[in-house]
């Protein structure tokens, strides 16, 4: 018996549904078996990725930043606050999850660094290993404050994708131990073309309007500004 890893990409399309992206079983979590995965999903048609969710997983975010180049990392939260609470004093842990959160849910960039800087003022000697974990991990936790505030809850965590996973192990429990790969990829897979059928024939999950408007400005304020050539004046 061998124990293999279920690889499973989730998208929000153009048009603001969420997509089954694909499935590939791996030998385990590694880099290679990553990057083999995500190959095979850019074989299969994937381009113009604007935004990556996923937690901290070092072959998965190495791979990400080899394959979709220019797409921004967001760290799931959710796994940013576990990690940040699990390194502080239990009897801790609820004052300074209001104080992270406070953090991650800022307006912008510029008020999250300045809530950051009080927290990491205010609890260094009280907490000094989370406080290391929130400064080192800041940035990536908030990427999505980069993005128009109507998106970011859905956009912060693995939260939608860790409930798909709860749904596989759920129906795999019947089974415990599949004979070989084929069923494995017959029980997930049917599961996946279950929840993407019901994800593509419901609401959106985002809408796009401003989202689409918010990346054409942006692109526009990023292009150089063409500079006019100097006049140049006949004299006699």
Request: some cysteine; aromatic content about 8%.
């Amino acid at each position: 018996m061998r124990s293999r890893a279920v690889l499973i990409a989730t998208g929000v399309n153009e048009e603001g549904y969420r997509e089954i992206l694909g499935l590939q079983i791996g030998n385990s979590e590694s880099e290679s078996s990553w990057s083999e995965f995500f190959e095979w999903l850019k074989h299969r048609g994937l381009r113009g990725v604007d935004l990556i969710i996923s937690d901290q997983h070092g072959g998965l975010v190495q791979t990400i930043e080899k394959h979709f180049q220019g797409a921004t990392w967001q760290r799931c939260q959710t796994h940013v606050i576990r990690n940040i609470l699990d390194a502080a004093p239990k009897y801790r842990q609820d004052a300074l999850l209001e104080e992270v959160r406070g953090i991650l849910h800022a307006p912008n960039k510029q008020t999250a660094r300045l809530l950051l800087e009080q927290v990491l003022a205010k609890w260094e000697e009280k907490a000094p290993k989370a406080m290391q974990i929130l400064e080192e991990g800041f940035e990536d936790a908030t990427a999505v404050l980069d993005d128009p505030d109507r998106y970011r809850r859905r956009l912060r965590t693995t939260n939608g994708v860790e409930r798909l996973n709860e749904e596989i192990r759920r129906r795999e429990r019947v089974i415990r131990i599949f004979p070989n790969r084929e069923s494995v990829y017959r029980l997930v897979g049917a599961v996946l073309i279950e929840i993407d059928e019901k994800w593509m024939s419901g609401r959106k999950y985002l809408d796009m309007s401003e989202y689409w408007q918010w990346r054409k400005t942006k692109e526009q304020e990023a292009r150089p500004v063409n500079q006019e050539a100097p006049a140049i004046k006949r004299v006699g």
